[in-house]
């Protein structure tokens, strides 16, 4: 069973930074795509990034490109999210995902996309 433990979140002022961690475990983590999405209150959860399993492709929502990274190290089975330039509009809960398949960074950010999920973690950016 594959377990995803998100950590990072919190209450920061708009335009500073957050790092997010999401730690894998269950099953060969350096195979598989990984990504985040987020859900604010009252609105449905939507892709944020993926990074392919080989490190070098990632893929990015058009709201965050160029403010957010996404970055893996497989000796850690861990996903990171650096958050930087951040606006009261990425308030959420943040979601870890890892696909069900193997599947490729940009398909993670289609509707049908199918997986497991961490906990969540809240970020909340104050205006």
């Known amino acids: 069973q594959v377990q995803l433990v998100e950590s990072g979140g919190g209450l920061v002022q708009a335009g500073g930074s957050l790092r997010l961690s999401c730690v894998a475990s269950?099953?060969?983590?350096?195979?598989?795509?990984m990504g985040w999405f987020r859900q604010a209150p009252g609105k449905e959860r939507e892709f944020v990034a993926a990074?392919?399993?080989?490190?070098?492709?990632?893929y990015y929502a058009d709201s965050v490109k160029g403010r957010f990274t996404i970055s893996r190290d497989n000796s850690k089975n861990t996903v990171y999210l650096q958050m930087n330039s951040l606006k009261p509009e990425d308030t959420g809960v943040y979601y870890c995902?890892?696909?069900?398949?193997?599947?490729?960074?940009?398909?993670?950010?289609?509707?049908?996309?199918?997986?497991?999920w961490g906990q969540g973690t809240q970020v909340t950016v104050s205006s």
């Open positions: 995902a890892a696909p069900s398949s193997p599947t490729t960074a940009q398909a993670m950010s289609l509707k049908t996309f199918r997986g497991y």
């Open positions: 990074i392919g399993w080989s490190v070098g492709y990632t």
């Open positions: 269950g099953r060969t983590f350096s195979s598989y795509t």
